[in-house]
């Protein structure tokens, strides 16, 4: 047991974990723009169009549980159905509008530029 451990040891040591990166403001932009054409419209093709852009970042390592749970709503809301009223149109244009506020990588804390000294 201790040889196999030995033997996966240099493996783990190499392997460096890679560090994926936060969805662009472009790609939550165009998710954002399908939900609400999902909503305008309530055609299949659109609909469906929102939740398979949405899906992928329901397992993105990095995004914070409150875009989760925003892209989940977002996700089950993208439906298609009989009358599109203006509660529905609403639960979809609600977290569509979080998106991009909520789901965008954050900004770094601008450092202070050291003094000079003379």
Partial sequence: ???GFALMLPSLVQAKPKKVPFPTR???RSLQLMAYSCSRANDQDS??????LADPLMDHPR???ACKDTVWELVQASQMVTTN??????SIDRP???LTLVCAEPEKPQQPAAPTQT
Avoid: H
């Fill in 96 to 98: 569509a509008r979080r």
């Fill in 26 to 28: 472009e790609e939550l």
């Fill in 1 to 3: 047991m201790l040889l």
């Fill in 63 to 65: 995004l914070s549980a």
């Fill in 47 to 52: 609909c469906s169009k929102t939740r398979n």
């Fill in 85 to 90: 009223s203006f509660q529905r149109r609403d």
